[in-house]
């Protein structure tokens, strides 16, 4: 049993005060602690004197703390300093290296990887090592230095290359020379010393001779554009008497012409919409109305005679045939080729007004032959020599018959006068074989297309390329005048049809109109109403000729369709066929 006992205020103040001091110097003895042992941890590192700053840097910020904690914390400081080693602090030697570091650096990562191995072997933690990055990039400091090395050097032997290298003093060649080089012949403060200094600076860069290879390449420029250009010769007399002939022949026949287009154009509107819907109503009704085995080989051209009653066919074979409408019976066949026939043609008066004992058909071969045929015959009446060994593509009439056009594979094509037996016109200006040729109706100019992808308007009245069509991206198979004159189709190797305007010497349309070569065009022969095309991806097709949109798609043919033409009466379509047929198209009705 307790006894109670007054205590005096006095009593209880100090009583108190003393509890708290003991208080706070048990939590500031366990803070000191633990800041101790957070500091040892880093003597490994550190020196004992900067350890030991710290912790009396750290004691000093306890307050009124007493001598009594400041000597037991120095007492368990030696303690513990006792039973370690004294570790010193060691300054860390300076080395400089001179050289490359590949070598040590390679020792060293050697030494990282087998400390790293062993550690794995004795299962060690690997997050002891985690503080310890290793890296197997390095910079190459000798090829740096090598090419620093080279890029001085090479810079040396430039100017010992520009002192040694020959100059002209001329200071107008000097400049002539920077032009030719591409250089500006004058800088802002320039004189001629400085000129000729940059000018051998620009010579040892490039190679002294790089003038002279410059004005080479200038020279084969120009050699290749004079070759380009058209070519123009003095001819032979008869050359004079043709062209002479053709202007007195063409110019009344561009009259009447134009006096006809005149009068179309004053015809009301309501007649030409009803004469174009029939038109198209027609060419939509096309159909085969009859199908021939043509020949043993590939037929490569038709060609309706002027009174549409009969069609010529050419064949790979060697022969001729000639065939009725619209039965299709066989009436001649005309043997004298010995290899491909590319193409025969009716004179433009053959079955009208023209004898049948005279030439009233001309037929063309690879070997370079031209052959003049009748009715009668079954051998040519006449041949004409010139174009061997070069193949011959396409020939074609002159409007008046007086003279036979013929592309040759030796880059021209001819112009003969059959009344006067002589060639009077060799013509060149394509850079590739000349394959199709096409005679305005006026017989004033003709038209010519190559395998260069170009095609040229000739004036044959004066000999002059008037008009330069370029446009095609593969060679033109196929060309063809509008009645009107001034419009001309050409057909090529990019699938597509090109309309040109002589008016305007452009491009006026082009038709996407093949998904493959495209062989041959042609245009209606009253009007030229419409347009058909035969093409290698089987087909044969019909366009208008005023938005030049299809009409009708001519589907039948087992292989790649070689040629058209269209009837002089508008009543049928010819196409010839590589699967050696020949096809007649003409409207159900009929």
């Given amino acids: ?140 400091l000798e090829d740096a230095m090598s090419k620093d090395k080279q890029a001085l050097l090479e810079e040396f032997e430039r100017r010992k290359k520009a002192r040694s290298i020959n100059v002209s003093t001329d200071d107008a060649e000097v400049k002539r020379n920077l032009r030719q080089l591409g250089e500006p012949i004058c800088l802002f403060g320039e004189g001629p ?182 009715f009668q015959s079954q051998e040519p009446i006449a041949d004409i020599e010139g174009h061997m060994p070069h193949r011959v593509s396409r020939l074609a009439f002159h409007p008046s018959g007086r003279f036979l056009g013929t592309c040759c594979h030796d880059c021209s094509w001819r112009l003969w006068d059959l009344q006067q037996c002589a060639e009077v016109l060799h013509q060149e200006g394509h850079g590739k074989p000349v394959y199709c040729i096409s005679f305005q109706v006026d017989g004033s100019v003709c038209a010519t297309g190559g395998l260069d992808a170009f095609g040229r308007v000739w004036d044959l009245r004066t000999g002059r390329c008037i008009m330069f069509m370029e446009g095609h991206l593969k060679p033109i198979y196929g060309i063809d005048f509008s009645p009107n004159g001034f419009h001309l189709a050409t057909s090529s190797d990019d699938n597509t049809v090109k309309i040109w305007d002589l008016r305007k010497r452009s491009v006026l349309y082009t038709i996407p109109a093949h998904t493959s070569l495209v062989s041959d065009v042609k245009f209606q022969k009253e009007n030229g109403d419409y347009l058909v095309t035969s093409s290698y991806d089987n087909t044969a097709k019909v366009w208008t000729n005023r938005t030049w949109q299809p009409l009708k798609t001519l589907s039948g043919h087992d292989s790649r369709v070689m040629c058209v033409d269209v009837s002089v009466d508008n009543q049928y379509v010819v196409t010839s066929s590589y699967d050696r047929t020949f096809k007649l198209w003409a409207p159900e009705s009929l």
């Fill in 1 to 140: 049993m307790y006894k109670s006992r007054n205590i005096s205020k006095k009593e209880l103040k100090t009583s108190v005060q003393e509890r708290c001091r003991a208080n706070d110097e048990q939590y500031w003895t366990q803070s000191i602690i633990s800041c101790y042992q957070h500091i040892t941890l880093f003597i490994c590192a550190l020196s004992w004197d900067l350890t030991l700053l710290l912790l009396i840097k750290s004691i000093t910020c306890v307050k009124k703390t007493g001598p009594g904690l400041l000597s037991s914390l120095w007492k368990r400081a030696a303690s513990e300093m006792s039973d370690e080693d004294e570790v010193q602090y060691v300054k860390k030697p300076r080395n400089i290296h001179y050289g490359s570091l590949e070598e040590s650096e390679k020792a060293r990562i050697a030494v990282v990887q087998e400390n790293t191995s062993e550690n794995n072997e004795n299962d060690v933690n690997p997050s002891q090592n985690s503080h310890i990055h290793i890296s197997n990039e390095y910079m190459e």
């Fill in 193 to 374: 010393a400085e000129r000729r200094n940059r000018l051998r600076d620009i010579l040892s860069c490039i190679g002294e001779d790089a003038i002279i290879r410059k004005e080479v390449e200038e020279e084969k420029k120009q050699l290749e554009k004079d070759q380009e250009s058209t070519w123009y010769h003095e001819g032979p007399e008869s050359l004079k008497i043709a062209r002479t002939w053709i202007a007195e022949y063409s110019l009344p026949r561009a009259k009447a012409r134009l006096e006809e287009a005149r009068n179309a154009v004053n015809l009301p509107s309501a007649t030409k919409t009803a004469k174009m819907q029939e038109i198209q109503k027609r060419l939509q009704m096309l159909s085969i109305h009859s199908s021939q085995v043509g020949d043993t080989r590939p037929i490569s051209y038709c060609q309706f005679s002027p009174n549409s009653q009969l069609i010529a066919t050419a064949s790979w074979s060697g022969l001729c045939k000639v065939w009725t409408v619209p039965d299709c019976h066989l009436k001649q066949t005309l043997k004298g080729h010995t290899c491909h026939v590319g193409a025969i043609v009716f004179h433009p008066k053959a079955t009208i007004s023209q004898e049948e004992t005279i030439c009233n058909m001309a037929s063309c071969a690879a070997d370079g032959s031209v052959k003049l045929w009748d």
